[in-house]
T-cell receptor, first 114, second 113 residues
Framework: NAGVTQTPKFQVLKTGQSMTLQCAQD?????MSWYRQDPGMGLRLIHY???????DQGEVPNGYNVSRSTTEDFPLRLLSAAPSQTSVYFC?????????????FGPGTRLTVL | AQSVTQLDSQVPVFEEAPVELRCNYS??????LFWYVQYPNQGLQLLLK??????LVKGINGFEAEFNKSQTSFHLRKPSVHISDTAEYFC???????????FGTGTRLTIIP
């Protein structure tokens, strides 16, 4: 049981480039989320999904796209990278139980946009 | 809307001394509260959570927190810290049925030998 995995661990992009951050979980969790972590700002929700085929925006969705074609995978796409997107990105998942339960976080992807 | 305030961005503490990390929240409805820990270069790990019931909750690594509804606080405590507790600690809040977990800005705990 690998939990939540994220690839790559590190990435450097030039302004305007596009890329996809990968996130996968093997716990059959319905809910998955993407957060970004910036110094002094904690974690902010980018997008989330409550199940395959269902996604919604979080607090800071601009510049990012997501899709959820399977329960296991929840990729985050940067369409045209900007220096403001330099951050550490965390993916999280949890089961859709009747009350809030533990979110399981991946190890993170450190992205630098030059 | 819900929000979380962690007033202390950094807390230095001598080894084996007690520590309290403060967390205050605001919400118009009942909330669920969490403390997460992030060790250097790692992801977040759940320390403890309050969903309902006893207001004193115990977590891993000897940490505990007390939910105080009248003061809208959820402070984290440990009676005796160790070097291995050096990390960043995040308080977070959500409400039932809401996927939007709102995090505080974090408190960096530094243990002084």
């Amino acid at each position: 049981n690998a939990g939540v995995t994220q690839t790559p661990k590190f990435q450097v992009l030039k302004t305007g480039q596009s890329m996809t951050l990968q996130c996968a979980q093997d716990m059959n969790h319905e809910y998955m989320s993407w957060y970004r972590q910036d110094p002094g700002m904690g974690l902010r929700l980018i997008h989330y999904s409550v199940g395959a085929g269902i996604t919604d925006q979080g607090e800071v969705p601009n510049g990012y796209n997501v899709s959820r074609s399977t329960t296991e995978d929840f990729p985050l796409r940067l369409l045209s990278a900007a220096p403001s997107q330099t951050s550490v990105y965390f993916c999280a998942s949890r089961p859709a139980s009747g009350s809030p339960s533990t979110q399981y976080f991946g190890p993170g992807t450190r992205l630098t946009v030059l | 809307a819900q929000s979380v305030t962690q007033l202390d961005s950094q807390v230095p503490v001598f080894e084996e001394a007690p520590v309290e990390l403060r967390c205050n929240y605001s919400s118009s409805v009942s909330v669920y509260l969490f403390w997460y820990v992030q060790y250097p270069n790692q992801g977040l790990q759940l320390l403890l959570k309050y969903l309902s019931g006893s207001t004193l909750v115990k977590g891993i690594n000897g940490f505990e927190a007390e939910f105080n509804k009248s003061q809208t606080s959820f402070h984290l405590r440990k009676p005796s810290v160790h070097i291995s507790d050096t990390a960043e600690y995040f308080c977070a809040v959500t409400r039932f049925g809401n996927e939007k977990l709102t995090f505080g800005t974090g408190t960096r705990l530094t243990i002084i030998p």
